[in-house]
Every structure is written in C-alpha cells, then in structure tokens.
C-alpha cells in the first residue's frame, strides 16, 4: 500500500508540474479565465480523483491533518456533505475530511477507512463525478464496513479541490445496520436499547474530550454530568440526515475536531451548537440552499 501511494503521490506531482506549465502559459494570454476554469483530460482528472481517495485512506489522512497547508484542497475551498452541512476554507475541511477518520483507537461511527473503489467515475474540464465504495475498519464495532460516496469534485490548476458535493449514499441503511450489529452484540431486545447503548458510549466519549479541551472560555457544560444528561436527554440522537443538526450525532462528528482547534469546535459539541449542530434550515431551504460559487456544469451550459 506504501508503494502505491507513493506512485500515486509522484504522478501527481507530475500533474501538478504539468498543469502549473500549461496554466502559466495560458495565463499570459488570459489569466482570470485560466485560473477560474483549467481544462484538465480525462486521464489527469481521473488521477486526480485517485489522488484524493489515497490521501483519504488512513494512515496517509493522518498526514493531511498536520501542518497549516494543505496538498489537497485549495485555501478557500468549499464544501458540502449532505448528511452533514457545508464547510468553508482549507483548515476546516482537513479537520473534518481527514481528521474525522484517522484514529482507529477513538470512539467513531465508522472509523478509519482502508481500501477504495471507485466504481463510476465521468469527467470533463476540471471537475468529475465519482462513486466510490470505501471500506471503513468500523474499530469501535470490530466490523468492517462499506461505504458508498457519490462525489462532485472541482480542481484549480495547481490541482488542488476548490469544491466538493458529497452524498453518503444508503446512509439510513448504514446507520441501521450498525445499530442491529450492536443490537447482536449486546443481546438487545429492541433496537431502541441499541441506540441507548449507542448514545450512552458517544456522550461519554463527547464529554470526555470536553473536559480535556474546552476549559476556561471554552467550556460548554459546567461538568461531566451536566454534560452527559444533555447530550443522553436534552437533545435528540438525530436521524440519517441530521449529522448537521441539533442532534447527538452531530456532535459526535464535530467532537473529533475539537482537538485541533478547541476555540473554533467546543461551541459544536456544546449545548447551542455553535452554528453547527444547529436546526436551522427547514426541508426546502436546504435542498435550494444556493452554496458553490462556480458551476457544476461544464462547458458553459450553466444557467439555462
Ligand atoms: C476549456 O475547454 C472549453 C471547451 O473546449 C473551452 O470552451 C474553454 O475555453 C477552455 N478553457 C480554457 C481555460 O482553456
Ligand atoms: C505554518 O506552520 C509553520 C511551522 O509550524 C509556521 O512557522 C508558520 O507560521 C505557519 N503559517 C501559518 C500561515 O500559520
Ligand atoms: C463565494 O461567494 C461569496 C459571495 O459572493 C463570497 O463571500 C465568498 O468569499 C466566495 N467564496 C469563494 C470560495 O470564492
Ligand atoms: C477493490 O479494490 C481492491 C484494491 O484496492 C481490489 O483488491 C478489490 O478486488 C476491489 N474489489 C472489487 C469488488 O472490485
Ligand atoms: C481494524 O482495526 C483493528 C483495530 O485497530 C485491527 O486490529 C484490524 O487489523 C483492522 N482490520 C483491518 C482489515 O485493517
Ligand atoms: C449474549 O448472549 C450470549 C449467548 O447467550 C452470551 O454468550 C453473551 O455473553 C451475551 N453477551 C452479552 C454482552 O450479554
């Protein structure tokens, strides 16, 4: 798997070198257009979306998480998963797309992920649409996992991701299926003991990071058992879709951000959310919401 990182890292280093070449030269003649829209062929996009999967295979993500400048996404990338919400800027989205998934020893959903297909792929210009099928070790629940991911992805000329969409395909079913695993496990009767059991390792696990990190102007709760009775009692675990709202599920994914920036992630765990686990789009706002600055449509037939 080394090896094979190591190629994919050197081709697109390769790319890389050729696109800053053909973008410099375009740039002479026409530089907003260049930088706004490179074309890439069809080899270099597909590269480039293997690329991308690699560096989100853990242990390789690990590395994405270090360090303040990311190989990967542009400085003011944007983007979007649907069963969480939308993520703005470079360090953001290393926190949640890589850091999220990169310790197999920390209570997760899904754990870290360890091997990739890529099963539908099309692309033209800069951007390509992909669906990926990637295995997650799941170490909290001793499975391993599959995972479906639709992508949207759109490159710079350096190569790097200045939007993504991604769709957590059979997410509903997923989440059910991790719930009857534990339901064997623990000899529940119902699936509603499952999800108690479920709720009750996460809160834990939230609110020890709480009072790991988010001390001083930071803290959410005054202790562990306010923090605990939230979290198993004042809010709502949270349906499939609800992993960017006002739920429990929600704050088990922002709580694996909190130890890169406790200043910017607390409030998230926390009882208002933080603007973050926050209801605050209703249905139809949320399938209208007007996100990504540039258009998802190739070769100019946006906007008919
Ligand atoms: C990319 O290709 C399209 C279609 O051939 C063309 O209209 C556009 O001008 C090209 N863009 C650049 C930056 O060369
Ligand atoms: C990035 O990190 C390096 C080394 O830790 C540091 O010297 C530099 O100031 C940082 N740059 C930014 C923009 O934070
Ligand atoms: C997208 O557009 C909005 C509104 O014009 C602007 O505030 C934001 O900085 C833009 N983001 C990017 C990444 O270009
Ligand atoms: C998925 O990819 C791996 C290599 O990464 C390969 O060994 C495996 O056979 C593939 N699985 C399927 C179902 O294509
Ligand atoms: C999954 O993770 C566990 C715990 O870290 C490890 O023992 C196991 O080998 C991993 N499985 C695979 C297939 O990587
Ligand atoms: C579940 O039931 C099996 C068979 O009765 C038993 O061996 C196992 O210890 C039980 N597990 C738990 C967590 O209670």
Known sequence: MDMSFQR??????????????????????????????????????????????????????????????????????QGRVDITRTFDGD????????GLFSDPAHVSLVGVPIAYNITQFSANDNLASATTIVTFNATTFGMLVPVTIDTWIMWDAEGKITQYDAVFRRFEYLVDYLIGSVATKINATSSEQAVGYVSDLLAKTICATHEEYCTGANEQYSDSKACYEFLTGGVRFGKSYELGRNTLLCREVHEHMVQYRPDVHCAHIGPNGGGYCVDDMSYTETVWQGYFNSSWIPFGFEGN
Do not use: M
């Open 8 to 77: 994919a890292s050197w081709s697109s280093l390769l790319l890389i070198a050729f696109a800053v070449l053909i973008s410099s030269v375009e740039c002479a003649r026409d530089p907003l257009k260049t930088l706004a829209k490179p074309n890439y062929t069809f080899d270099q996009l597909w590269e480039l979306e293997k690329s991308f999967w690699d560096s989100f295979l853990y242990p390789a993500n690990v590395k994405q998480t270090e360090g303040n400048a990311s190989s990967v996404f542009a400085t003011d990338v």
């Open 91 to 98: 360090e953001l989205n290393r926190e949640y797309i890589f």
